[in-house]
């Protein structure tokens, strides 16, 4: 329905650190638990990690203590930081919205940006 919008990819060295941005329309963002996917080349799609409205944040193990997740709640933009990076980390990486249910009857709803490619390599 609504198509995110992520920004920060390129070519890093290993070791090296790389900041992303995501951002959505306000609607969505502010009902949404948003969350980073990255799928390298002949894998599947896996989950970065994620951070909740009140900015809790939890992440994939692979990543852990690497990245760090924030999001902006004024200007909607959540960012991914991402610190010692290494050549498995390179992929294409995605921004997820998916909204938070408040009554029984409602629908969680997901929405997802186009991606932006990460590659480290010397």
Known sequence: QVQ???????LVQPG????LSCVAPERIFSLSV???Y?????KERELVGS???????NYGDSVQGRFT?????VNNIMS?????LKPEDTAVYYCNARTVVVAVEQKSSEYWGQGTRVTVSS
């Open 4 to 10: 995110l919008v992520e920004s920060g990819g390129g």
């Open 16 to 19: 090296g650190s790389l900041r």
């Open 51 to 57: 951070i909740t409205r009140g900015g809790r944040t």
């Open 38 to 42: 990255r799928q390298a080349p002949g």
């Open 69 to 73: 997740i924030s999001r902006d709640n």
């Open 34 to 36: 948003m969350s980073w």
């Open 80 to 84: 991914l930081q991402m610190n010692s």
